[in-house]
């Protein structure tokens, strides 16, 4: 080497060096994280010091995170004194959370053998895990294991989502403040998968619109109290946040979700919510807005400033508060007189006794039983129509991924929410909290078995008593659960002449029920059948043209159900796209081959040669 070359290599060092620290640090903001940890502060102990300064680390700390566990207190730290956090050791934190995420959900799609822990490994991470989970839920079309991928991050972002929701309603039971629409929100994060509107996203959403209402009504804060109300109520109904647009809507499930009706272009809502939505915005502003008890159809009520009435005018010495208002935001913006709810109540055969009790105001706890009995009516009505999803007056599934197990996601979450808050306030109503434990667990052994953490949080520590039966049947049910999991799964090859011949077809073919006219995809199969023998007596086994000794096949169909059929009733068809399966096949398959016309499998640890 020249000593005219060494000068050459040098000078570019020395004309770096020779510029200022800000000049420097304003470059360094376009120098990847990556380069900067691992080449940029090895270079000198003046680049070491320039790379390391907090202000560099709050931006990529801001710019490539979204999502933050509540732990951090996030936002109070971007709003704080830069110099206080350790902004660099808290950029590494998320990296590595990142990095682990991304390695046990690979371990997860690997293998079906110790689920559960891999899925509370992730979820112990909280919401510091959300981002990596969100990218994943995203993956790339043209990857080989594309719905297994998306499938499983769907699955552990949804935990994560439903603990969350969970530490909320626990929350609000032990009487801690909780929000009316982080408490309503709550029920989103069951439905939620990979879409915005969780419960800081609703609550943002409330932010701007408090400011939009603001900035269109200057003088709102120097107007009376019944006036704002009236404002608020008007605004809403002007952008349609409030009702729906047809009452053959009613029963839809989506009118049940606050996060919903505030992102969907339509803004669709029951009473109830359109009642949440009101409050919660009339809240923002200054005004002392609540939901009221009213059966049926809920109102809101609005209460003035102390010592002032509705209209402004302060109230005369020992004079008693005078009475709210109320609205009815779901079909009006008008104000609602008193006189008329009396007239309603009467007509419903309530004597006047009884009045204040359904004219004050409603507890956060009774509404969240309110909206999840919603949502169970939905769900009665849904399934006693057979799913028709014509806009025929029966309910639709209209949500974010497929509609039947977006429906599954919503009955789960309504029965957490009769069993977190008990007896309804109204003992007449005859439902106690353990009758739901049952409706839980067959669900949890089912659908959810990751939420084995989560039943063991939230319901076992209230059954600790040996003599209770349902002490017992938890255990048990977890138990079953647990093992089933952590036992590898048995081989089932095809090397004898009756597995070779006698099963007619492979894991991953789709196919049509010859009798019963569902779709399905075919994730195991027995050389005959392998059930026993009430339940062969029960499905007529026998009565079929070839008995029980023909194969018998595991099906996933596209209403998330998992049956057995018969090779008989089995019709191979070949979609160029099952659509209806798409967003449930990446439970059992990595992806869909366009050319071949089937499912690639993704349980080879099972099925080997299939």
């Known amino acids: 080497m020249t000593a005219a070359t060494t000068l050459a290599r040098r000078e570019p060092l020395s004309a770096w060096s020779d510029l200022p620290d800000e000049v420097l640090q304003h470059i360094l903001f376009y120098v990847s994280p990556s380069d900067l940890l691992f080449n940029v502060q090895c270079v000198s102990k003046r680049f070491s010091r320039l790379a390391s300064e907090p202000l560099l680390w709050r931006h990529h700390c801001r710019v490539h995170f979204e999502y933050w566990d509540s732990k951090h207190r996030i936002k109070q730290k971007f709003m704080g004194n830069v110099g206080d956090v350790d902004w660099k050791t808290l950029y590494k934190h998320r990296k590595k959370v990142e990095s682990e995420t991304t390695a046990i959900l690979d371990n997860t799609i690997e293998g079906q053998v110790n689920r559960i822990q891999k899925f509370k490994l992730i979820a112990d991470f909280g919401y510091d895990a959300k981002d990596t989970l969100l990218k994943h839920c995203r993956t790339s079309e043209t990857a080989e294991d594309v719905l297994a991928r998306r499938y499983y991050a769907n699955a552990v972002l949804d935990h994560v989502h439903r603990s969350i929701a969970l530490t909320e309603w626990k929350k609000l039971l032990r009487g801690e403040p909780v929000s009316l629409e982080r408490a309503l929100g709550s029920f989103d994060l069951f439905v939620l998968h990979d879409q915005r509107g969780d419960l800081l996203e609703i609550s943002e959403i409330f932010d701007d619109l408090a400011s939009v209402l603001r900035a269109e009504h200057r003088d709102l804060d120097q107007q009376s109290t019944r006036i704002k109300a009236l404002t608020v109520a008007r605004f809403l109904r002007h952008r349609n946040l409030t009702g729906l647009s047809t009452e053959l809507a009613y029963r839809d499930l989506q009118n049940t979700f606050i996060g919903i009706a505030l992102q969907d272009q339509e803004h669709p809502s029951l009473p109830l919510i359109s009642v949440a939505i009101f409050c919660v915005l009339a809240q923002r502003v200054g005004i002392d807005a609540r939901c009221c008890g009213i059966p049926n159809h809920v109102h809101a009520m609005v209460f003035p400033r102390d010592d002032e009435t509705l209209d402004g005018r302060p109230l005369a010495t020992g004079h008693p508060q005078p009475d709210p208002m109320y609205l009815d935001p779901y079909r009006s913006e008008e104000e609602v007189p008193i006189q008329t709810l009396r007239i309603m109540l009467s007509e419903w055969g309530l004597q006047p006794s009884q009045y204040a009790e359904y004219l004050g105001d409603s507890s956060t706890a009774n509404v969240i039983l309110r909206t999840s009995r919603n949502i169970l009516a939905t769900v009665h009505d849904f399934r006693a129509h057979h799913?028709?999803?014509?806009?025929?007056?029966?309910?639709?599934?209209?949500?974010?991924?497929?509609?039947?197990?977006?429906?599954?996601?919503?009955?789960?979450?309504?029965?957490?929410?009769?069993?977190?808050?008990?007896?309804?306030?109204?003992?007449?109503?005859?439902?106690?909290?353990?009758?739901?434990?049952?409706?839980?667990?067959?669900?949890?052994?089912?659908?959810?078995?990751?939420?084995?953490?989560?039943?063991?949080?939230?319901?076992?520590?209230?059954?600790?008593?040996?003599?209770?039966?349902?002490?017992?049947?938890?255990?048990?049910?977890?138990?079953?659960?647990?093992?089933?999991?952590?036992?590898?799964?048995?081989?089932?090859?095809?090397?004898?002449?009756?597995?070779?011949?006698?099963?007619?077809?492979?894991?991953?073919?789709?196919?049509?029920?010859?009798?019963?006219?569902?779709?399905?995809?075919?994730?195991?199969?027995?050389?005959?059948?392998?059930?026993?023998?009430?339940?062969?007596?029960?499905?007529?086994?026998?009565?079929?043209?070839?008995?029980?000794?023909?194969?018998?096949?595991?099906?996933?169909?596209?209403?998330?159900?998992?049956?057995?059929?018969?090779?008989?009733?089995?019709?191979?068809?070949?979609?160029?796209?099952?659509?209806?399966?798409?967003?449930?096949?990446?439970?059992?398959?990595?992806?869909w081959d366009k050319e071949e016309r089937i499912f690639v499998s993704n349980i080879r640890d099972e099925y080997p040669e299939d």
Request: aromatic content about 12%; glycine content about 4%.
């Open 387 to 591: 799913g028709n999803a014509e806009n025929t007056g029966h309910p639709t599934i209209r949500l974010y991924a497929n509609p039947f197990a977006d429906l599954d996601n919503a009955f789960y979450a309504a029965l957490w929410a009769n069993y977190i808050f008990g007896t309804p306030l109204r003992r007449s109503e005859g439902t106690t909290q353990s009758q739901f434990i049952p409706l839980i667990l067959e669900r949890f052994e089912r659908l959810y078995p990751m939420d084995a953490s989560l039943i063991e949080q939230h319901i076992v520590p209230s059954y600790n008593n040996p003599t209770n039966a349902q002490h017992w049947e938890l255990r048990e049910a977890l138990r079953v659960v647990r093992a089933a999991d952590q036992t590898p799964k048995q081989l089932r090859l095809r090397n004898t002449r009756a597995s070779r011949e006698g099963v007619k077809y492979k894991v991953g073919q789709v196919f049509r029920h010859r009798r019963y006219a569902y779709t399905a995809v075919i994730t195991g199969w027995d050389i005959e059948c392998g059930m026993d023998s009430d339940w062969m007596s029960i499905n007529h086994v026998d009565s079929l043209a070839r008995g029980r000794h023909q194969s018998f096949y595991h099906a996933l169909v596209e209403d998330t159900s998992i049956r057995y059929v018969a090779e008989e009733n089995i019709e191979i068809i070949e979609p160029e796209f099952p659509i209806s399966l798409m967003s449930l096949a990446g439970r059992f398959f990595k992806r």
